[in-house]
């Protein structure tokens, strides 16, 4: 390999880059370019602009970071439903630590950090060592979660101090300052698939996890940082999100479906549901969608039930494209 | 993944054949008799159909989403099937109230759509079941609330609710269909060949395709099933509480814990519908228990999120 | 290894912890409770409204009028409507009234409505969205919930005027907040009468819509003050139903199954009552004393069964007066403000028939104030 000349060796690495672009990227970028006539002929808020394409990021953002835990987890070859709960737990116990005082931000962030991460880790203990299957180790915990906060806070608990909303709200040089943590999640995120050891453990143990035992892996402790990841991932999103509404209710994660969207937009970025393929960057594309069909479909004024529709044809659709002329037995 | 041959004889041992019996029937008992000891007016008649009439929607959901499971999927679109199916019929019925029957064949049609479009997506697009499913749960809500405009519209009438409320002879109608559906989904699954070649397929789908089992058949029979046990529940369901949008959520997960709970093995190829029924009725149960003893509704999804996972996590020990 | 070795055991410990504390923790929320808002309230249900007799759409309960002159534009004008959704039937007939109403405005040249299907996120998104296209020139909000939206309603007065009606929000920053006389008043008479009926005391359960809503949040504080005042009276569970049938029914019938005897059912709207109602019926208990609102099933229920019933109600005719506001802010005419209080009737026994519409839809409200409107019935769903 390191005798390869240099070259060619640029060659390859350009044309991997490439091939590193999710093909859903053509899929966005066409219907972005394909909304700006329609915007601009049907729209009824102000056409296509600079603002528009802000908004759709802008109302991704939750969604986004959430996906991107997601990511890894199915990367790795499981799931996480768990999710949506965890975005209420963190935004209930955040706004509830906080009670409108700044200095409690300190704390409570990373407390509700380290529970999201708790809550991620113990969803990758059942899935190893209990063996439970990852849909119903997650999908139980997901349920204990809301048993429980539902049953201590049936509102809004407490708030957020004003200066803790300067996240969602506040913008640095003309950017939103969401659009910072966004990148600063994707890229690390990023940055942890691509160049660290335990991103490339993740997509062996995803892409043949018996191999990746006999070569040597410890394939459960993977596991469950992946899910240690996806939990602190939703704990950060529901953070966000309590800094967007002001306070934290029960019901904000299982409202936004985000784990059922975040799923979605995995997949739509083309990460295999069966693990070892796929990434970040695809993940992020596939909610940008989601994102692009809110706000052209409130510009255009359609029916937002319609929308809902068109989504989950979209979820099979995309799925398919991947899978279709795939050999394996699917069910 | 491989199973123990089934040597069953009858000179068996009685405690093998026990040690053998799914825990369910045990557990149901085990429920039931912590109810009738919590309060004791539910060893009457009355009270007990009460309960069983709460319980079939569930029922018949859990049975039809075993098939799926056998074949080696899941079915999440059940839950929205059921809102789409009453919102819809409450429209039809709306302008229509004379045309019952009508409606009734109307939705079960599109129940035989519905599963076959989720069994086409799965066999020949290849999209994995949860997927496939899960981007029709957010269609098919989608569509029953475009229909009725967001909100419950519409009405049913009383000849159409009289099978999730009525009683003959103190017998509840619901429970009439649910023993109906029950015998014949256990009779297709146990006794018929199609049976057989639905828990090959759940097994190993190579092999049956191999043994010449034609796969994509057996599956999409099975999503059928399904969707249709999720329109006699919301039949059975728009009877009990009229028109809501609210009404079928949450069921496909509670179908899925009912299966599990019943001893059906996830990812196929293992399951009995008169388990599956127990676990649907102990499912069931034991959120009566759990209201009986003053437990707040929330912590009812806190119970289940512990019996699922320590269903699967038992069998996961026990194979 | 190092960092799994010495976190687990914290994050084990969080985890529980966090959990623990969350179940003990007793909810105390008193943040809607606001005597003085409750004493005028009530005085407002004795006053008499101002404005033309016949149309209490165009009524105030108050001589508080605001400026709007700064406002005045030339027509055709652009009027754009953030609505948290259309989930329930009361939305539903307030729709139906706004979208007629709408007809009689020739000015309004362009209507412009995001619906945020009952999401706070979503609806927080759409009224940047409708501000950002810098196309209109007033904005109508009903809030989805009251906290949530309040800074996104806050930064939109900063840009345009803004109407609220519906549901509240927390700041006086919209030009006017068109309002019935309120949920103190609603909750409050809803409540004294289950107590006024209940004379040896008994079992009230109480069903509210959802949480976190200040219009709703009201008119359960009243009640609770006023049921906790009573001390035979003991309120068994105080639940949601998110306004459905369905979870209203199978609530109604855990609490029968719980405690044997409900003796009155509270309700702080009444889309559900008659689904509630029916869980007596399936068990075959009599129906006890049951407050609803001005919706048709529960009305026809309530004539049919004789019952103790009482419905105070919150006009869907706001909808119409939030256009007509519209219009007169971008007229310069003076709108009351910065609450606009609507007359609220009450339905009672007395009364009962001028209220019961028999060509109506069973989710039909009775006081729409649309019956001289073009299209009635046939558009809210009725028959001539």
């Excluded at chain 1, 835990?69 to 990367?75: D, E, P, S, W």
């Excluded at chain 1, 062996?204 to 993977?222: C, F, K, Q």
């Excluded at chain 3, 949480?211 to 009573?230: C, H, K, M, Q, Y």
């Excluded at chain 3, 309700?267 to 009552?273: H, I």
Aim: overall charge neutral; hydrophobic content about 50%.
């Amino acid at each position: 390999m390191q005798k390869v000349e240099h070259g060619t060796a640029m060659m390859m690495s350009l044309r991997k880059q490439w091939r590193d672009i999710p093909p859903v990227l053509w899929v966005l970028l066409v219907m972005a370019i394909a909304s700006y006539p329609l915007t601009e002929a049907f729209g009824r808020t102000g056409g296509f602009s600079l603002q528009f394409l802000a908004n759709v990021v802008e109302r991704s953002v939750t969604l986004a970071i959430v996906a991107v835990g997601q990511t890894f987890v199915i990367l790795v070859g499981s799931i996480d439903l768990s999710v949506a709960f965890v975005i209420s737990l963190a935004a209930v116990m955040a706004s509830y630590f906080m009670q409108g005082n700044a200095t409690m931000i300190l704390i409570a962030v990373p407390a509700v950090l380290l529970m999201g991460a708790g809550i991620g880790w113990i969803n990758g203990f059942l899935v190893t060592r209990g063996r439970v299957n990852p849909l119903i180790a997650t999908l139980g915990m997901g349920l204990i979660i809301q048993g429980i906060l539902s049953t201590s806070f049936q509102n809004f608990a407490g708030s957020v101090p004003q200066s803790y909303q300067i996240i969602a709200y506040g913008s640095l040089f003309g950017i939103p300052n969401s659009f910072f943590l966004l990148l600063a999640v994707a890229f690390g995120a990023a940055f942890v698939l691509r160049k660290t050891r335990f991103g490339a453990h993740i997509y062996a143990v995803g892409g043949n996890s018996e191999a990746a035992r006999l070569s040597g892996i410890n394939t459960d402790r993977i596991m469950r940082r992946a899910h240690l990841i996806a939990g602190l991932l939703a704990a950060l999103a529901g953070l966000f999100l309590t800094s967007r509404l002001g306070s934290g209710a029960p019901w904000v994660g299982p409202d936004g479906i985000y784990d059922l969207e975040s799923i979605a937009a995995v997949v739509i970025g083309g990460t295999i549901l069966a693990g070892g393929r796929g990434g970040v960057f695809g993940t992020i594309i596939g909610v940008l969608i989601f994102g692009l069909i809110d706000s052209l479909f409130n510009q255009l004024g359609i029916d937002p039930y319609l929308k809902q529709v068109l989504r989950g044809l979209i979820i099979i659709f995309a799925v398919a494209a991947y899978s279709m002329r795939s050999k394996d037995e699917v069910a | 993944m491989s199973k123990q041959p089934q040597t069953s004889s009858l000179l068996t041992p009685v405690w093998s054949r026990l040690s053998r019996m799914e825990p369910i029937y045990i557990i149901l008992a085990a429920i039931v008799l912590a109810i009738v000891l919590s309060n004791p007016i539910y060893a009457d008649y009355g009270p007990m159909m009460q309960l069983l009439r709460r319980a079939s929607p569930l029922i018949v959901l859990a049975v039809g989403q075993l098939f799926v499971i056998v074949s080696g999927g899941f079915d999440l679109s059940v839950g929205s099937l059921i809102t789409f199916i009453v919102l819809l019929s409450a429209l039809v019925l709306n302008t229509h109230p004379e045309q019952v029957y009508a409606c009734i064949a109307l939705c079960l049609a599109i129940g035989i759509a519905a599963g076959s479009l989720n069994g086409l997506v799965v066999s020949l697009l290849k999209v994995p079941s949860i997927i496939a499913t899960l981007g029709m749960l957010l269609a098919y809500r989608g569509a029953g609330l475009y229909l009725s405009g967001g909100s419950a519209r519409g009405n049913l009438p009383d000849t159409f609710r009289a099978f999730g409320r009525e009683t003959v002879y103190g017998f509840p109608i619901a429970l009439i269909v649910v023993i109906v559906f029950g015998v014949f989904a256990a009779w297709i699954l146990h006794g018929t060949n199609y049976g057989r070649q639905l828990f090959a397929v759940g097994t190993n789908p190579r092999a049956a395709r191999l043994s010449g089992v034609n796969v994509t058949m057996v599956r999409v029979v099975a999503f059928m099933f399904s969707a249709v046990s999720a329109v006699v529940a919301a039949i059975l369901l728009g009877g009990f509480s009229g028109v809501s949008t609210a009404v079928g959520n949450g069921y496909e997960l509670q179908a899925i814990s009912a299966a599990v709970l019943g001893g059906a093995v996830l990812l196929g190829g293992r399951g009995s519908v008169p388990a599956v029924i127990a676990g649907a009725i102990a499912l069931h149960a034991l959120f009566t228990l759990l209201n009986i003893w003053g437990f707040p509704k929330p912590m009812r999804d806190a119970v289940q999120g512990i019996i699922i996972i320590s269903a699967v996590a038992y069998s996961a020990w026990r194979r | 290894m190092l960092f799994e070795r010495i976190a687990r055991p914290l994050m084990v410990a969080l985890v529980a912890g966090g959990s623990f504390a969350a179940t003990v923790q007793a909810q105390d929320n008193n943040e809607f409770f606001d005597q003085a808002e409750y004493d005028r309230q009530i005085q407002l249900l004795d006053a008499k409204p101002m404005g033309p007799e016949g149309k209490p759409w165009l009524q105030s309960m108050m001589d508080n009028y605001r400026d709007t002159s700064q406002y005045k534009k030339e027509g055709p004008w652009v009027v754009c409507f953030s609505q948290a959704g259309i989930f329930n039937p009361w939305q539903v007939v307030g729709n139906q009234t706004m979208k007629e109403e709408l007809k009689l405005h020739p000015k309004i040249a362009e209507f412009i409505m995001t619906d945020a299907e009952g999401k706070d996120d979503k609806q927080i998104a759409d009224i940047n969205d409708l501000v950002a296209s810098d196309r209109c020139d007033v904005l109508l909000v009903t809030p989805n919930t009251t906290a949530a939206l309040t800074p996104a309603v806050e930064r939109a007065c900063e840009k345009l005027p803004v109407i609220v009606f519906s549901r509240g929000v927390a700041t006086e920053c919209p030009v006017s907040y068109i309002t019935p006389i309120g949920g103190y008043a609603f909750g409050a008479q809803a409540a004294r009468f289950v107590s006024e009926n209940l004379p040896e005391g008994g079992n009230v359960l109480a069903l509210r819509i959802s949480p976190g809503v200040d219009v709703l949040e009201t008119r359960w504080s009243a009640a609770e003050r006023i049921f906790s005042e009573n001390d035979k009276i003991k309120v068994i569970g105080a639940e949601f139903t998110n306004d459905d049938r369905a979870i209203a029914k199978s609530i109604v019938e855990d609490y029968l199954q719980r405690f044997g005897k409900i003796d009155a059912v509270w309700m702080d709207a009444g889309a559900t009552s008659a689904a509630a109602i029916e869980a007596f019926e399936d068990i075959g208990v009599d129906i006890p004393i049951f407050t609803g609102e001005d919706q048709q099933d529960f009305l026809a229920k309530w004539k049919e069964e004789g019952l103790t019933a009482i419905a105070p109600t919150y006009p869907t005719f706001q909808w119409r007066t939030a256009i007509i506001a519209a219009e007169m802010i971008l007229s310069g005419e003076p709108v009351p403000g910065p609450i606009w209080y609507l007359p609220q009737p009450t339905i009672t026994n007395e009364n009962l028939d001028k209220y019961l519409q028999a060509n109506m839809p069973p989710q039909h409200y009775a006081l729409c104030g649309c019956e001289e409107m073009e299209g009635y019935p046939e558009n809210w769903g009725g028959t001539k």
